[in-house]
């Protein structure tokens, strides 16, 4: 067992934390204020090396291991979790979802470019009766001789409105269930595809997503991802990695908002005293530094055993759920301890505190990772 980290890793972990200064932060209030993302991050990232350090070489990534691709998330995310997720969220579940079923043709086609940043690839599942239970998913996908028919609606989906491709999921036949489930891309400018942006965030205001409308689109036979029957198994893959980076994301703005607070509560002096010297502010200080650094071992954990290829469903779950919720605790505290000061936009650790409860729903939800632990435990199903 080693708990060291590399000079490797030391090395990208510095680097990402230098561009997460320098580049995220800066426009960060402004786009906030305008519930405003800005995609030129995503081509800055990827000349850093930093978009999709997950992702095979050959297929413009840099083909890190998961531990390595934590740390650099995480780092990131001290600046921002929402934006850095939409930068870079297109190489996660999409594209992950890509590598694993599409073709060599389709992965040639539209990997290298999404991991280099020069397209934006959006993931969509989420419908408005289809969330975390997907077999309730409605988009239609009608096959009509050398094509298929789409209709339907994706909601909350991360870049939306400005993604050049998409990747989605359609039922082909309604009676077959889960079993009727097929994965499709389709390039933005197709006739019937049309997108909205999501307005009236309270949280995660620096992210994007958008509302896509099919309607009667056509798609050839060729644009059909993986076979019929597994879109959800082919998507679980790119799932578990955006789990993964959600749980390091969670880490990063929680180290954040534990260095801010540190700041503040050495430089606030009541009571005669820095607030740092009151006993139940360093107990608040103590509790925050021990969470984290046990979401912080549960995320690299998590990947270690996903880059050896381990069976990791309940550590993966252990991990997002833990992390996340964290990350919302953290960043509460982390407000209280500025006081006033917390409640507006000069300190980061209210954009945390804002985007904290988008992280505990993002990636499954607190209550569907209480499930799965719970199913993987007693080797009994709560929800299906
Ligand atoms: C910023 C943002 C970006 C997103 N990006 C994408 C994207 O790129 N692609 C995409 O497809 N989707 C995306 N989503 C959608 C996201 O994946 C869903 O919001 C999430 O899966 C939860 O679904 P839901 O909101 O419909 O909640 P629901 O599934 O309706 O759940 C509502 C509540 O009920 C609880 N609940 C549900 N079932 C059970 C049960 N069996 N037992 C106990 N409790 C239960 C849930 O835990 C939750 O608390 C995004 C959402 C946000 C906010």
């Known amino acids: 067992m080693d708990f060291e980290i590399t000079e490797e890793q030391r090395m990208f972990r510095d680097m990402a934390h230098k561009f997460a200064e320098q580049e995220i932060l800066p426009p960060l209030k402004e786009n906030e204020r305008q519930e405003k993302f800005d995609p030129a991050i995503i081509k800055k990232m990827a000349a850093q090396g930093l978009l999709a350090p997950h992702m095979p070489q050959e297929y413009g990534g840099l083909g890190l291991d998961y531990v390595t691709s934590s740390i650099i998330w995480e780092s990131l995310c001290s600046a921002s979790l929402a934006v850095t997720q939409a930068a870079v969220s297109g190489s996660i579940q999409p594209g992950t979802n890509l590598l694993d079923a599409g073709s060599e043709a389709q992965k040639k086609k539209y990997l290298p470019p999404v991991n280099k940043g020069e397209i934006i690839l959006a993931g969509a599942v989420v419908e408005p009766n289809a969330g975390s239970d997907s077999s309730m998913i409605e988009t239609s996908a009608v096959r009509s001789g050398n094509h298929w028919i789409i209709n339907g609606t994706k909601i909350f989906i991360t870049n939306g409105e400005i993604a050049d491709v998409v990747l989605f999921i359609a039922q082909t036949d309604k ?13 933005k400018g197709t006739p019937g595809f049309s997108s909205t942006v999501q307005k009236g965030k309270i949280s995660w205001r620096g992210g994007s997503e958008g509302t896509l409308r099919f309607t009667d689109m ?7 991802i993986g076979e019929t029957g597994k879109a959800l198994r082919n998507a679980l893959h790119g799932i578990d990695t955006a789990r993964l980076f959600l749980a390091a994301g969670a880490v990063g703005l929680s180290q954040s908002c534990l260095e801010s607070s540190i700041k503040y509560a050495k430089e606030r002096v009541q009571f005669g005293k820095s607030i740092g010297g009151h006993q139940l502010i360093q107990e608040i200080i103590a509790d925050m530094a021990t969470k984290i650094e046990a979401s912080r071992w549960l995320t690299y954990r998590a990947a270690y055993l996903k880059s050896k290829g381990i069976r990791h469903i309940k550590e993966m779950s252990y991990a997002k759920y833990f992390a996340a919720e964290t990350a919302l605790w953290v960043s509460s505290q982390a407000v209280k301890i500025h006081g006033s000061f917390g409640t507006i936009d000069d300190f980061p650790v209210g954009h945390h505190y804002q985007d904290a409860i988008t992280a505990t729903i993002l990636g499954g939800t607190a209550q569907m990772h209480q499930l799965t632990i719970g199913q993987q435990l007693l080797e009994m199903a709560a929800f299906r």
């Open 218 to 224: 056509e798609l050839p036979l060729e644009n059909q």
């Open 175 to 187: 009676s077959l269930g889960l079993k009727g489930l097929a994965t499709f891309i389709v390039d």
